[in-house]
Structures are given as C-alpha cells and as structure tokens.
C-alpha cells in the first residue's frame, strides 16, 4: 500500500508555485506605489547591490489591470500544462526563466531603467509546459508551438500585439517576453533529455 499526502499538503504540491506568485503579488499591489517602486527591477539599482530587484521585478505591477492579466495568464498555464511537469521542475523552470528574464534585460537592454511583471515569466512557464507534453502525433500542440513561435517574431519586429499595452496600463517589453521563453525552452529540453538519458518517460 502506498502513502497518499494528506489533502493540504497535496494542494500545496499540486498548485504551491502559482498560489505563491499569486498572493506575493497581490500583496505587493496592496501595499502600494512604494513596495512597487522598492522591489521592481530597476537597473541602476541593481548595479549598486540590490540583487534581489532580478527576482522580486517580476512579482510587482503597473496596476490591478496589469495584475490581473497576468494572473489570468499564469491561471490558464497551469489549467493547461500543471501535470506535464512534477513540482520540483516546475519551481526549476520559474527559477530558470525569471533569471533568464532579469539576465536578458540587464545584459542586453542596457538603455531599459525599470521593469514590472510576470509576463516574460509566463512566457517561460508557457512553453515549458508545452514542450514537456509534446508528442509527434499531435497536430495540435505543434500548431500551439508554431502560434507561440509567431506571436514572439511579430513582438520582435513590429512591437507588442495591438491592445496589449491598454490591456497592461503601460509599456510592454516585448523582449522580456522572448527572455523568458528562451529560458523556459532550453528548460524544458534539457528535462525531456535527463529523461531520455534516464530511462524515464513523460510525465503522465
């Protein structure tokens, strides 16, 4: 016989990683302007010390709108992908995709002073989620990846998709976008390789 977790401690593994995020952030936007303004990445910052702003930039937000949108998306991830990935992979793929993120930015858009957001994380849990239940017969998950793929092309060369800064309450930084999903990518297949490498086969 084997042991089954206790209800708590089963919701906890099963939707521990969004209810985390999402209370973090509500809680920020509650305390106002000036928790905003203490954790959000901001690169001068940063360069003076304040490392954690490469992890907490991500929890605060423009405004409740912006906040919703996100939690909306992050909702939707896990109502699609939550079992294609065990917990402890997914924290790693948050871990690798919010660095990822605060990496891109910082190396790459030196002339970037603030960020806000989970959205370029979203986009790291999105597509790791949709690369570690990939299956060669499914014409839908590859029509998915190809939206995605496309989606990230046209931010790149013509700007965020039309509505999405009303949406959002400001700017949209489309390159936190690709940031993340380049790191949600390389995330996922190198678990789908330990896998292989393991013997192992995907996660039910």
């Known amino acids: 016989m084997t042991d089954t977790p206790a209800a708590p401690l089963r919701?906890?593994?099963?939707?521990?990683?969004?209810?985390?995020?999402?209370?973090?952030?509500?809680i920020i936007a509650l305390l106002g302007d000036g928790a905003a303004e203490t954790l959000r990445y901001q690169r001068d910052a940063i360069m003076h010390g304040e490392v954690?702003?490469?992890?907490?930039?991500?929890?605060?937000?423009?405004?409740?709108?912006?906040?919703?949108?996100?939690?909306?998306?992050l909702a939707l991830i896990w109502f699609l992908f939550q079992r294609q990935l065990s917990s402890s992979a997914w924290w790693l793929v948050l871990l690798v995709s919010t660095l990822t993120v605060s990496g891109g930015l910082l190396l790459f858009k030196p002339e970037l002073m603030w960020?806000?957001?989970?959205s370029g994380v979203l986009?790291?849990?999105f597509l790791a989620g949709l690369?570690?239940?990939?299956?060669?017969?499914?014409?839908?998950d590859w029509l998915l990846l190809a939206a995605v793929i496309a989606k990230l092309l046209w931010e790149?060369?013509?700007?965020?998709?039309?509505?999405?800064?009303?949406?959002?309450?400001?700017?949209?930084?489309?390159?936190?976008?690709?940031?993340?999903?380049?790191?949600?990518?390389l995330t996922a297949l190198a678990l789908r390789l330990y896998q292989r490498k393991n013997g192992e086969g995907p996660k039910p």
């Open 156 to 185: 790149q060369v013509n700007g965020a998709l039309p509505g999405t800064a009303e949406a959002a309450g400001g700017n949209v930084i489309v390159d936190a976008h690709l940031y993340g999903a380049i790191g949600g990518t």
């Open 115 to 118: 960020y806000v957001g989970l």
């Open 52 to 73: 954690w702003r490469l992890l907490s930039g991500h929890l605060a937000h423009l405004g409740w709108s912006h906040l919703w949108l996100n939690l909306g998306g």
């Open 123 to 125: 986009h790291g849990l």
């Open 131 to 140: 690369i570690a239940g990939l299956r060669a017969q499914s014409w839908g």
């Open 11 to 26: 919701w906890l593994h099963d939707y521990g990683l969004p209810a985390l995020l999402g209370i973090a952030s509500i």
